[in-house]
């Protein structure tokens, strides 16, 4: 199933070792294209492109709800994973002295707002400490209990590509009839996620990483027996108007059906939403298992590597195939990350960590670029 290197289809020059996608993934120079065109028609508004808009938003949906088994009437189109979880916890409640469960060192855009939610309804939060052997999923079960109201999850963690296996953390959710909220931020696009066997309550995604989407470009599943809840803002786009704004204000207390009720007022970017269509146009092609598939040798000699230099890296029976936490023998100096893009291998720092996050236009050479600069620089 692999791809091998699909380098040519991005704008990378020789001498960019580019392992930062977790941070910001780079548009394929298709969807870069496009984005010029977009830009073309931002100037000129009374060009009939213009009309296409519509169309591409509704595309955009459609692809997002084809990476994890939804409908695009399933799907809101938001700015951000914080905008998509400021929807689900304005539309649940947990009862008093029950516990939101999340993980250490979680996201903060999915962290935040449970914290606030705990405070509005009386509840507590309750945090899943990181497990010295890697295994989220079975330190996630042994947390969820009968007054566990709400869990709120990334299905990989945001540092060091940590996994955990929402099926059977779905499974015991749905058991104690608690309500579970995914941030999959750092999967969709690279890894299966299928709504149908997790049934989550909502499912948030910022695009600007692995969907190779601009900044703004977000998207949140909302599950049918949720689609009748209150958006957080109101806005035009999202209602049945009495009668055409051409004739009147067009002011309607009527929702659109399903899940655009939820649409960020920003949905409409000119600009932003012909790329966000075209990346994700390119990975429907590519295909997600084969992306998968491709990047899983990499991280599996990034982590063998590491290992053999004494590092710490998540097991592989407990790690996503994508990108990858490395713990060094001390602490890395603030500068580390700097000093390596200085000479043109590009990864982050996170929690102490070298957070290394190749895609398909890297190879087994940038593997051995990227130790090569390591050992240079950590024998400063």
Same mark, same amino acid.
């Given at each position: 199933?692999?791809?091998?290197?699909? %380098?040519?289809?991005?704008?990378?020059?020789?001498?960019?070792?580019?392992?930062?996608?977790?941070?910001q993934?780079?548009a394929?120079?298709?969807?870069?294209? #496009?984005?010029? @065109?977009?830009?073309?028609?931002?100037?000129? *508004?009374? /060009? *009939?492109? @213009?009309?296409?808009l519509?169309?591409?938003m509704?595309?955009?949906?459609?692809?997002?709800? &084809?990476?994890? &088994?939804?409908?695009?009437?399933d799907?809101?189109?938001?700015?951000?994973?914080?905008?998509?979880?400021?929807v689900?916890?304005?539309?649940?409640?947990i009862e008093?002295?029950?516990?939101i469960?999340?993980i250490?060192?979680q996201f903060?855009s999915?962290?935040?707002?449970?914290?606030?939610?705990?405070?509005?309804?009386?509840?507590?939060?309750?945090?899943?400490?990181? *497990?010295?052997? &890697?295994?989220?999923?079975?330190?996630?079960?042994?947390?969820?209990?009968?007054?566990?109201?709400?869990?709120?999850?990334?299905?990989?963690?945001w540092?060091?590509?940590?996994?955990i296996?929402?099926?059977?953390?779905?499974?015991a959710?749905?058991?104690?009839g608690?309500?579970l909220?995914?941030?999959?931020?750092q999967?969709?696009g690279?890894?299966?996620?299928?709504?149908?066997?997790?049934?989550?309550?909502?499912?948030?995604?910022?695009?600007?990483?692995?969907?190779?989407?601009?900044?703004?470009a977000?998207?949140?599943? #909302?599950?049918?027996?949720?689609?009748?809840?209150?958006?957080?803002?109101?806005?035009?786009?999202?209602?049945?108007?009495?009668?055409?704004?051409?004739?009147?204000?067009?002011?309607?207390?009527?929702?659109?059906?399903?899940?655009?009720?939820?649409?960020?007022?920003?949905?409409?970017a000119m600009? /932003?939403?012909p790329?966000?269509?075209?990346?994700? =146009?390119?990975?429907?092609?590519?295909?997600?298992e084969?992306?998968a598939?491709?990047m899983e040798p990499?991280?599996?000699?990034?982590?063998?590597?590491?290992?053999e230099?004494?590092?710490?890296?998540?097991? %592989?029976?407990h @790690?996503? *195939?994508h990108?990858?936490?490395? @713990?060094l023998?001390?602490?890395? =100096?603030?500068?580390?990350?700097?000093?390596?893009a200085a =000479?043109?291998?590009?990864?982050?720092?996170?929690?102490?960590?070298?957070?290394?996050a190749?895609?398909?236009?890297?190879?087994?050479?940038?593997?051995?670029?990227?130790?090569?600069v390591?050992?240079?620089q950590?024998?400063?």
């Open positions: 199933m692999s791809l091998g290197s699909q %380098k040519h289809l991005f704008d990378l020059p020789d001498g960019v070792v580019y392992m930062n996608c977790a941070a993934g780079p394929p120079i298709a969807a870069r294209d #496009v984005g010029r @065109r977009a830009v073309d028609r931002k100037a000129r *508004p009374w /060009d *009939p492109e @213009r009309q296409k519509g169309a591409e509704e595309r955009t949906r459609a692809l997002f709800a &084809g990476f994890i &088994g939804a409908t695009a009437n799907i809101a189109l938001t700015g951000a994973t914080s905008y998509g979880m400021a689900a916890a304005a539309n649940v409640r008093r002295g029950q516990a469960v999340m250490e060192g903060p999915n962290y935040y707002i449970w914290q606030r939610v705990a405070a509005r309804d009386g509840g507590r939060v309750v945090i899943v400490p990181r *497990p010295s052997d &890697g295994d989220w999923t079975s330190a996630v079960l042994q947390h969820l209990g009968p007054d566990t109201g709400l869990v709120a999850l990334p299905n990989v963690h540092t060091d590509g940590g996994v296996d929402l099926v059977p953390v779905a499974d959710v749905h058991a104690i608690a309500i909220v995914i941030d999959a931020t999967s969709i690279v890894c299966p996620f299928d709504v149908g066997r997790i049934d989550p309550d909502y499912v948030a995604c910022s695009a600007y990483k692995w969907l190779l989407s601009p900044d703004q977000g998207y949140l599943y #909302v599950a049918p027996r949720r689609q009748e809840g209150e958006p957080i803002e109101h806005n035009h786009a999202t209602r049945i108007g009495d009668g055409p704004m051409t004739l009147s204000p067009g002011y309607g207390d009527r929702f659109k059906a399903g899940a655009s009720r939820f649409d960020q007022g920003t949905a409409d600009i /932003d939403v790329i966000a269509a075209a990346s994700m =146009e390119q990975i429907t092609a590519w295909g997600v084969a992306i598939a491709t990499l991280i599996d000699a990034i982590a063998d590597r590491a290992e230099r004494g590092w710490r890296v998540p097991p %592989k029976a @790690r996503s *195939p990108f990858i936490g490395i @713990r023998g001390e602490t890395p =100096e603030l500068d580390l990350a700097d000093r390596m =000479e043109g291998v590009y990864v982050s720092l996170r929690d102490s960590r070298v957070r290394v190749p895609y398909i236009f890297n190879d087994l050479s940038d593997v051995d670029v990227l130790f090569e390591f050992d240079r950590l024998a400063r």
